[in-house]
């Protein structure tokens, strides 16, 4: 097989469907075959989509860099993998994506899928894992008994956050909406609020705050912050935003395969879930990519593969 399916942006960034010639790995690479990708709508905002990593203009990238597949073949130097062994990971924001049958990555972006999750659920965790794991344990330094305050709770992002915060015995409060509060007070909150009915700042201060949702919330956070609390986010632009505040809080998740592999223990003894809010057809990317799906808390996940027996084109197939 030389040739593979895959979508790309146009100009305009929407996606369409083109063929491209199977990658080759190169020295330290992997070839994966894509069983699933994770979207991130916003993806088509980030300037790795229509940059290259020396500054200059890309176009058609193909978007996607997470997902769950197997391992297809294995360039030079390479260790520890081997071909058929299902994985789950990342790959460079600037590489081709995995909205493909096959993608590139290297094995420190890697770990072993976990038994326990699906090809879907396998992909949808991937990114948002890690920036729950990252924001609240090594930019957060979250401990024990600290109060703390997560916006976007039933978020993709959100719901592993919460997931953490409950492990490390914090006293969690989560913005939400209503429709999602009893979801997340099983998986750990012990209050939700309804973000369409009342502001956050009635809940008193805090000594973390986790902010998945950026603006005027992130705004106003600050102010239901205690002296030396910390406030994390995914949510700011950090380069036209002059407040030093936003600046230093403001993180972008590290593609760390080892810290997947950790994680993979969670998800197999399940003391961690990944929620999967609905899967598509690759034919369907778009319409993830232009959040044009309604569905549960969880990360919409696009099908690579024909042949995997999908059920109905759009339909919310799994919620735990």
């Known amino acids: 097989m030389t040739q593979m399916r895959a979508m790309e942006f146009?100009?305009?960034?929407?996606?369409?469907?083109?063929?491209?010639?199977?990658?080759?790995?190169?020295s330290g690479e992997l070839l994966i075959q894509v069983s699933a990708v994770g979207a991130t709508p916003t993806e088509k905002i980030w300037y790795t989509t229509t940059h290259k990593a020396d500054g200059t203009a890309r176009t058609n990238a193909i978007p996607g860099h997470e997902f769950s597949g197997k391992v297809a073949k294995i360039g030079p130097g390479v260790t520890g993998y081997h071909v058929g062994d299902s994985v789950f990971g990342l790959n460079d924001w600037f590489a081709e994506g995995a909205t493909a049958e096959f993608c590139i990555t290297l094995p420190s972006a890697?770990?072993?899928?976990?038994?326990?999750?699906?090809?879907?659920?396998g992909a949808a965790a991937p990114i948002s894992v890690l920036t729950a794991y990252q924001g609240l344990y090594l930019h957060a330094k979250l401990q024990k008994g600290d109060r703390?305050?997560?916006?976007?709770?039933?978020?993709?992002?959100?719901?592993?956050?919460?997931?953490?915060?409950?492990?490390?015995?914090?006293?969690?409060?989560?913005?939400a909406s209503k429709a999602n509060g009893d979801l997340l007070?099983?998986?750990?909150?012990?209050?939700?609020?309804?973000?369409h009915e009342s502001r956050f700042e009635v809940a008193g201060l805090f000594d973390v705050i986790f902010d998945t949702v950026g603006g005027e919330t992130l705004d106003r956070s600050w102010s239901v912050l205690k002296d030396g609390g910390r406030l994390v986010t995914i949510a700011a632009d950090s380069e036209s935003n002059s407040d030093p505040r936003v600046k230093n809080a403001f993180f972008i998740v590290e593609q760390n395969g080892a810290q997947l592999a950790e994680l993979a223990n969670l998800f197999d003894s399940g003391a961690l879930r990944s929620f999967v809010k609905a899967e598509l057809e690759m034919e369907e990317a778009d319409r993830a990519y232009n959040c044009s799906v309604a569905g549960h808390p969880g990360k919409i996940v696009i099908r690579t593969q024909s042949g995997h027996?999908?059920?109905?084109r759009g339909k919310v197939i799994r919620h735990a």
């Open 110 to 121: 890697l770990s072993l899928k976990p038994t326990s999750l699906s090809d879907a659920e």
């Open 10 to 26: 146009t100009g305009r960034l929407a996606l369409q469907p083109a063929t491209r010639p199977v990658p080759e790995p190169q």
């Open 185 to 195: 007070k099983r998986l750990g909150a012990s209050e939700v609020i309804d973000y």
């Open 148 to 175: 703390l305050l997560i916006h976007g709770g039933a978020g993709a992002v959100g719901l592993f956050a919460v997931q953490f915060a409950k492990r490390a015995g914090a006293y969690v409060i989560a913005t």
């Open 309 to 312: 027996g999908a059920t109905e």
